[in-house]
């Protein structure tokens, strides 16, 4: 009988560094986040990268870490929803999302503000923004997303 082998990778998500035991490295980065560190604001939709409720940063850039291993993080600085709060760019997305009350389910914003805040940190304002935003609203907000963006 095989025993699994147990593996403690550091990843340093929104700015600490946080350890995480996993059976597998090959393990998505979306289920490290939500099920062993307990962030749950990055949620679960497709599975497949197609619809971008997953949506995290990594070294600044928006992936899709329902398809991201783990093991492709660890040593890359991780942003998730949660660390939006006390990001420059994360405060005025998320202000921008207030002021033109984008969400109504709520499920698909997490990754539509990861991608925004990417692409602002990518140095795209405006409606260049909202056309890098190839993400799903089931609810179809897009028209107060791309209001949202315009200030930005």
Request: net charge neutral.
């Amino acid at each position: 009988m095989m025993v699994p082998v147990s593996t403690t990778l550091t990843l340093n998500v929104n700015g600490v560094n946080r350890t995480a035991t996993v059976s597998d490295t090959g393990m998505p980065l979306l289920w490290v986040l939500r099920d062993i560190l307990g962030l749950t604001g990055t949620k679960y939709g497709c599975g497949i990268e197609i619809c971008g409720a997953c949506t995290v940063l990594v070294n600044g850039q928006a992936e899709k870490s329902c398809v991201m291993d783990v093991g492709s993080a660890v040593g890359k600085p991780i942003m998730t929803v949660e660390g939006l709060a006390v990001d420059p760019d994360g405060q005025k997305a998320q202000a921008a999302w207030i002021a033109n009350q984008v969400p109504q389910c709520g499920y698909c914003q997490p990754g539509m503000l990861m991608v925004t805040v990417g692409a602002m940190k990518a140095g795209h304002h405006g409606a260049s923004i909202g056309s890098e935003n190839s993400n799903v609203c089931v609810c179809g907000t897009y028209q107060r997303i791309n209001q949202a963006v315009q200030g930005l």
